[in-house]
């Protein structure tokens, strides 16, 4: 085995208990019958062929299309990623390339406005002052240009589980006398089926919808799916898209894989079992840490709230949440999903047992009792006072001057921070937490951001690789 090999066999044998994707979380039963050795074929004689499916893949998605309730399913096998890139391709050229699209969406929809050309009208989240995160959106406050977009990308529900009033979204657009496709980023939410979850996407009237299907449910890792309803999207150019963007040699184990996710998406018995475990976690530690719940439904624009994802503010305890992950997983072998400096987030999938969400119960109350032991860090607590501008986090947002399309082709150079007032940015930069990109490729710096860049402090930005020697990229405009 080289090294790559032998660092998975290691990382297996320390035994962690998972907090994060995959959401099959290693369990035999997923895999009973998926045989890795022989399933791992290419298209051959009766194996129909994903990119014009006639046989046994036709069925296979025409089946999780009725599961998940779409009237049409696509199976992805190159991530959600693809996903997000096909919707965007996949829309009519219309004369104003606008679609909207939230300023906190994740990076392949920064992606897909690359590879379409499209040019972003930004929604901005609302940012939950207690988490630093991105985890509502007031729809009526956004004022879309409803009869220029060609479409309205929004994300339900976030990383975090938090979901905004997507029904208002929709009615929004009906009001409006539009027939603007909604494309929704669902990645996080493809277990949304049955009475324990929020209600889908799908259901509630999206056109287009995302499931990263190995995020919560059993498919492999790299398996997403795309869900298409009604007669906004043109699906002969969805599937051309989706034949641009995906690997000719699809993987069958992903595929089936997918198959299978979908059938033991119904098994809602095992989400039961976890959500009453859930439940004494809130109750036995709710007052150690601020933990996001139910309770949080109805305030700052958050509508919904997925239990399954558990939030940790660790600012009560007065402990960085690095901190508090080192000793989940020194003493109690937890592994979460993300943290950042305070928050961190746990994150279940159909795989996971009541028992793990007992050992997360079991290790969050020992760190409460240890945490008057843990050395203090100067500045931590105050992180709660955060920087506003005219009542938000985020500075005013730039000019867009390119479209990011015409900013990343374009011919770039590295320059000094301090002047860069007044140049085309030729890179995406987030603060993270809260992940919101304070500029994006192709807008004009302005002294806010430039302020807010110059003051940044260490490790928490994404995107940025001048951030050691305070250089950022520019679009040479000579
Ligand atoms: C909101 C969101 N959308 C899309 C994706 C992309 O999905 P994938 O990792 O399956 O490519 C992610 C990945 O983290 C995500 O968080």
Same mark, same amino acid.
């Given at each position: 085995?080289?090294?790559?090999?032998?660092?998975?066999?290691?990382?297996?044998?320390l035994?962690?208990?998972?907090?994060?994707?995959p959401?099959?979380?290693?369990?035999?039963?997923?895999?009973?019958g998926? $045989?890795?050795?022989?399933? *791992?074929?290419?298209?051959?004689?009766?194996?129909?062929?994903?990119?014009?499916?006639?046989?046994?893949?036709?069925?296979?998605?025409?089946?999780?299309?009725? @599961?998940?309730?779409?009237?049409?399913?696509?199976?992805?096998i190159?991530?959600?990623?693809v996903?997000?890139?096909?919707?965007?391709?996949?829309l009519?050229?219309?004369?104003?390339?606008?679609?909207?699209v939230?300023?906190?969406?994740?990076?392949?929809?920064?992606?897909?406005?690359?590879?379409?050309?499209?040019?972003?009208?930004?929604?901005?989240?609302?940012?939950?002052p207690?988490?630093?995160?991105?985890?509502?959106? *007031? @729809?009526?406050?956004?004022?879309?240009?409803?009869?220029?977009?060609?479409?309205?990308?929004?994300?339900?529900?976030?990383? %975090?589980?938090?979901?905004?009033?997507?029904?208002?979204?929709?009615?929004?657009?009906?009001?409006?006398?539009? +027939?603007?496709?909604?494309?929704? *980023?669902?990645?996080?939410?493809?277990?949304?089926?049955?009475?324990?979850?929020?209600?889908?996407a799908?259901?509630?009237?999206? $056109?287009?919808?995302?499931?990263?299907?190995?995020?919560?449910?059993s498919?492999?890792?790299?398996?997403?799916?795309?869900?298409?309803?009604? $007669?906004?999207?043109?699906?002969?150019?969805?599937?051309? =898209?989706?034949?641009?963007?995906?690997?000719?040699?699809?993987? %069958?184990l992903?595929?089936?894989s997918?198959?299978?996710?979908?059938?033991?998406?119904? +098994?809602? #018995?095992?989400?039961a079992?976890?959500?009453?475990?859930?439940?004494?976690?809130?109750?036995?530690?709710?007052?150690?840490?601020?933990?996001? =719940?139910?309770?949080?439904?109805?305030?700052?624009?958050?509508?919904?709230?997925?239990?399954?994802?558990?939030?940790?503010?660790?600012?009560?305890?007065?402990?960085?949440? =690095?901190?508090?992950?080192? %000793?989940?997983?020194?003493s109690?072998?937890?592994?979460?999903?993300?943290?950042?400096?305070?928050?961190?987030?746990?994150?279940?999938?159909?795989?996971?047992?009541?028992?793990?969400?007992?050992?997360?119960t079991?290790?969050?109350?020992?760190?409460?009792?240890?945490?008057?032991?843990?050395?203090?860090?100067?500045?931590?607590?105050?992180?709660?006072?955060?920087v506003?501008? $005219?009542? +938000?986090?985020?500075?005013?947002?730039? +000019?867009?001057?390119?479209?990011?399309?015409?900013?990343?082709?374009?011919?770039?150079?590295?320059?000094?921070?301090?002047?860069?007032?007044?140049?085309? @940015?030729?890179?995406?930069?987030?603060?993270?937490?809260?992940?919101?990109?304070?500029?994006?490729?192709?807008?004009?710096?302005?002294?806010?951001?430039? #302020?807010?860049?110059?003051?940044?402090?260490?490790?928490?930005?994404? #995107?940025?690789d001048?951030?050691?020697?305070?250089?950022?990229?520019? @679009?040479?405009?000579?």
């Amino acid at each position: 085995m080289g090294k790559l090999g032998e660092g998975l066999s290691r990382y297996q044998k320390l035994g962690f208990c998972s907090f994060h994707t995959p959401g099959h979380k290693g369990r035999e039963e997923f895999f009973d019958g998926l $045989d890795f050795r022989s399933f *791992d074929l290419t298209e051959l004689p009766g194996l129909d062929m994903l990119h014009s499916p006639s046989g046994i893949i036709a069925e296979a998605q025409k089946r999780s299309a009725e @599961v998940f309730g779409a009237e049409e399913t696509f199976f992805l096998i190159n991530g959600g990623t693809v996903g997000n890139q096909a919707m965007f391709l996949s829309l009519e050229e219309t004369s104003d390339k606008r679609v909207v699209v939230e300023r906190s969406s994740h990076r392949s929809v920064m992606s897909a406005l690359v590879l379409s050309g499209r040019k972003p009208h930004y929604v901005i989240p609302t940012v939950h002052p207690e988490f630093n995160l991105p985890l509502g959106l *007031d @729809v009526g406050k956004q004022r879309i240009p409803w009869p220029e977009i060609s479409a309205c990308h929004v994300t339900y529900p976030s990383y %975090y589980g938090t979901g905004f009033e997507l029904n208002q979204l929709l009615d929004e657009r009906k009001r409006m006398g539009c +027939n603007t496709p909604i494309l929704v *980023d669902q990645a996080h939410g493809s277990h949304y089926l049955g009475p324990l979850f929020p209600p889908s996407a799908l259901e509630l009237g999206a $056109d287009l919808v995302l499931h990263s299907s190995h995020k919560t449910l059993s498919a492999l890792t790299q398996s997403a799916m795309l869900h298409v309803q009604g $007669d906004r999207i043109s699906r002969t150019r969805l599937r051309q =898209s989706l034949e641009i963007l995906q690997s000719s040699s699809p993987s %069958y184990l992903l595929l089936a894989s997918l198959e299978r996710a979908g059938e033991f998406a119904l +098994n809602f #018995g095992r989400w039961a079992s976890l959500r009453e475990e859930v439940e004494t976690l809130h109750r036995k530690v709710g007052r150690n840490f601020r933990i996001l =719940s139910q309770k949080d439904a109805g305030s700052y624009d958050i509508h919904t709230v997925d239990w399954s994802k558990i939030l940790i503010n660790t600012l009560p305890l007065g402990v960085p949440a =690095s901190r508090c992950v080192e %000793y989940l997983r020194e003493s109690y072998g937890i592994e979460p999903e993300l943290w950042d400096e305070e928050n961190i987030l746990f994150m279940l999938g159909i795989g996971n047992m009541p028992e793990d969400v007992r050992r997360l119960t079991k290790g969050l109350e020992s760190l409460a009792e240890s945490a008057s032991g843990f050395p203090r860090l100067p500045g931590f607590v105050e992180l709660k006072k955060r920087v506003q501008y $005219d009542g +938000n986090v985020i500075p005013p947002l730039p +000019n867009l001057i390119l479209s990011p399309r015409e900013a990343f082709f374009a011919h770039k150079r590295q320059i000094s921070l301090k002047e860069s007032l007044g140049h085309v @940015v030729g890179e995406t930069i987030s603060p993270y937490p809260p992940g919101i990109p304070v500029i994006v490729m192709g807008e004009l710096m302005t002294p806010e951001v430039l #302020g807010t860049l110059l003051t940044a402090g260490e490790g928490r930005w994404q #995107g940025w690789d001048g951030f050691r020697n305070q250089t950022i990229w520019v @679009v040479d405009q000579e």
